[in-house]
């Protein structure tokens, strides 16, 4: 769900300020990634194995990301270094998404106030 701004009581100053500076700031992260780095510990096959006693194998972490509804692509981020690329780059997604959001939000209230909502002018 995405973060809901109070704007309703901002000026239409003030509005087009945050935009012109969100627009400033906006750049597509190269390295984005739309998903989520999940830790997961596991029992394997060996019936004698003391994780089947709670000392369970772990932690895992994949990778996963929503397709589809239904369509969950995932996957076993294998070195450490796989790990961190992959926090880095679902971070840099929400980061952009979030600035995305707001941008959204404002171009929405200007459009209510009868606003111009193309170019950045302020
Ligand atoms: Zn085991």
Redesign the pocket.
């Known amino acids: 769900m995405a973060r809901v701004h109070a704007l309703r009581r901002k000026s239409t100053l003030a509005l087009r300020q945050r935009k012109a500076a969100l627009l400033r700031q906006l750049a597509l992260p190269p390295q984005a990634i739309r998903a989520s780095v999940v830790e997961r510990f596991?029992?394997?096959?060996?019936s004698n194995?003391?994780?089947?006693q709670g000392?369970?194998?772990g932690p895992y972490y994949y990778l996963t990301q929503c397709l589809a509804p239904g369509r969950v692509q995932k996957f076993l981020l294998k070195s450490a270094a796989d790990q961190q690329s992959a926090r880095e780059a679902t971070a840099a997604f929400n980061g952009f998404y979030e600035g995305l959001e707001e941008l959204s939000q404002i171009n929405t209230a200007l459009l209510r106030r009868g606003e111009p909502l193309s170019g950045s002018g302020s």
Do not use: F, I, P
């Open positions: 596991g029992t394997c096959g060996k194995c003391a994780c089947h000392q369970k194998h």
